[in-house]
């Protein structure tokens, strides 16, 4: 591991790490340090990249999970490593959490983060006109969110710049329609999308699919959570029915856990869906 290299005019402090055939650049601020909104352990992202660059490649960008009020970029670093090693260049990013947000700011904090990829991926070898957002769990209605509705992009005076998007066992797309009748267990869920139904429709990407909404690749886990289940048949018929070329992959016997924990093991199967999808589109 090496620790070095200091990049001036995009990032506070950059750590440069080697393994096998990849590179890792760790904790660059995706929001100007001196701001007054910086927050350093949550306005940054890590940026993985194959050590031998040939040409440039897709861009992963992946939102972590974790009921939008825990997890870090760190706890994710296999994603970054795996597909670095399959030669794609990858973004990790941190974004704030509730209690302290509510998801409209963890949305905004997700498209700074992807205006900055549009701005500075070039440098590391990565396309910006192939940009793909990745998202497990709650990390997936984040990712669906600012890649369907353009507001977030709108607010930062860019063009959605998202080639497509792919969905880990993700839950929210319609949070208007579980909202008004949650089950019991997830009362906590209202900490961070208020008792506000306005706020309810916002939050909901199923309600902002258009027939020039990115395409879509949803995996899902045969034996995860029945409202995740229904969550995302729902919005891969949507979407089909809107015309948007989607594919939902339904995998056999995985929980909703196991569906992001498969991908700790580069020859994963689901790797090579991804890197399809992303080549075919």
């Known amino acids: 591991m090496y620790k070095a290299l200091v990049v001036l005019f ?27 909104a910086f927050d350093s352990e949550r306005h940054i992202l890590d940026v993985y990249t194959p ?3 040939n040409t440039t490649t897709e861009v992963v960008v992946f939102i972590h999970g974790g009921k939008w009020k825990t997890g870090s970029k760190e706890l994710f670093n296999y994603v970054g490593v795996n597909f ?13 959490l509730t209690p302290e947000v509510k998801y409209e700011e963890m949305a905004m904090d997700c498209a700074r983060a992807v205006k900055w990829v549009t701005n500075q991926i070039g440098y590391y070898g990565g396309d910006t006109s192939k940009i793909f957002l990745y998202g497990h769990s709650s990390g997936g209605h984040l990712a669906a969110l600012i890649a369907t509705n353009n507001r977030f992009f709108d607010s930062l005076d860019m063009k959605n710049p998202i080639k497509g998007c792919v969905l880990i066992d993700a839950f929210g797309m319609n949070m208007y329609n579980y909202l008004q009748h949650p089950s019991s267990d997830d009362a906590w869920m209202l900490e961070t999308f208020t008792k506000d139904e306005t706020k309810w429709k916002d939050a909901s ?11 879509y690749l949803l995996f899902l886990g045969e034996k995860t959570k029945q409202i995740i289940y229904k969550d995302v048949i729902n919005f891969s018929e949507l979407l089909t029915n809107k015309g948007i070329p989607t594919e939902l992959i339904i995998m ?3 929980s909703h856990l196991e569906m992001i924990g498969q991908m700790l093991d580069y020859r994963n199967g689901i790797f090579e869906k991804c890197i399809t999808f992303m080549k075919t589109h």
Request: no cysteine.
């Open 10 to 36: 995009f990032s506070l402090s950059v750590y440069f790490v080697q393994a096998e055939s990849h590179t890792i650049y760790r904790d660059i601020p995706y929001v100007s340090v001196t701001s007054s």
């Open 51 to 53: 050590r031998i660059k």
């Open 84 to 96: 670095a090693e399959k030669g794609k260049t990858v973004v990790l990013i941190n974004y704030r």
């Open 205 to 215: 990407p199923a309600l902002f699919v258009t027939n020039t909404s990115p395409k």
């Open 252 to 254: 056999d016997n995985k």
